[in-house]
């Protein structure tokens, strides 16, 4: 590929991320460059707009439009493929990118939960997931391939035009984001020992006996009691089994 051609396609991909980076005075070349960015600007606003409504709405539609844009111009992303827009606009405000108007203190928190609910829903398994049976007995398991503990300063899941946090809740916010046996997409707001409970059995991707999870259990919550933490390990496990969140194995 000769230096002279890079240079053209460059100039292409500059023009198409930044109109203003572009000047002719041939009226033909400007209505077709017109079109392409119209096309290729209209295909990534509407991915990141239908992947992140929450956080839409809660910037103005000139300041989105602003973010959009920034995003296509400066960010590079890493994945051809579409379905990953939305995980590398999360990535982009990761950075804090420098705009000309402040987004939420919680943007990229939000963002990061909404994508996670868009990522569970069409993540795929190398295996059929096989869910629990009321009156099954089990004596191990394993958090299932279609579910992913997260956590945040924010309570993400109450943000909306009616409710807009001014400063990070009290203590860290955790949850579980999860595809149930009926493919529905739902999330659990978590007190710290359900997710201190489903990081230990993430540690275990072949799945982890219960007897050996309450050990394990009793050693990291050592300030409770032993009977109060197994206890409620026999009531989380029970509930994580029927929401589809926790797998027999």
């Not at 933490?229 to 969140?245: E, Y």
Request: glycine content about 4%.
């Amino acid at each position: 590929m000769s230096e002279n051609f890079k240079s053209v396609q460059q100039e292409f991909v500059n023009a198409i991320k930044n109109p203003d980076s572009f000047e002719t005075n041939d009226a033909d070349i400007k209505r077709r460059m017109d079109i392409y960015q119209s096309l290729f600007f209209n295909n990534i606003s509407g991915f990141i707009s239908t992947g992140f409504p929450v956080l839409k709405s809660l910037v103005s539609e000139e300041n989105w439009n602003v973010l959009v844009r920034a995003f296509f111009i400066h960010h590079e992303s890493r994945s051809p493929y579409f379905s990953d827009i939305s995980k590398e606009f999360v990535e982009y405000l990761s950075t804090s990118p420098e705009l000309p108007f402040q987004l939420p203190a919680f943007a990229a928190e939000l963002a990061h939960y909404e994508w996670l609910e868009l990522d569970i829903s069409i993540r795929k398994t190398s295996h059929d997931v096989l869910y629990f049976n009321a009156g099954e007995q089990v004596t191990m398991v394993s958090v299932s391939p279609l579910a992913t503990l997260a956590s945040y300063t924010y309570p993400v899941h109450l943000i909306g035009v009616d409710h807009i946090p001014e400063a990070p809740a009290p203590e860290q916010q955790f949850y579980v984001v999860y595809r149930n046996e009926e493919q529905r997409v739902e999330f659990v707001h978590l007190n710290p020992l359900t997710a201190v409970l489903l990081h230990t059995i993430e540690q275990h991707e072949q799945g982890i006996d219960i007897d050996a999870l309450g050990e394990q259990l009793c050693k990291q919550l050592d300030h409770l009691p032993e009977h109060t933490v197994l206890q409620g390990m026999q009531q989380i496990v029970s509930d994580m089994l029927q929401k589809g969140i926790l797998l027999p194995n």
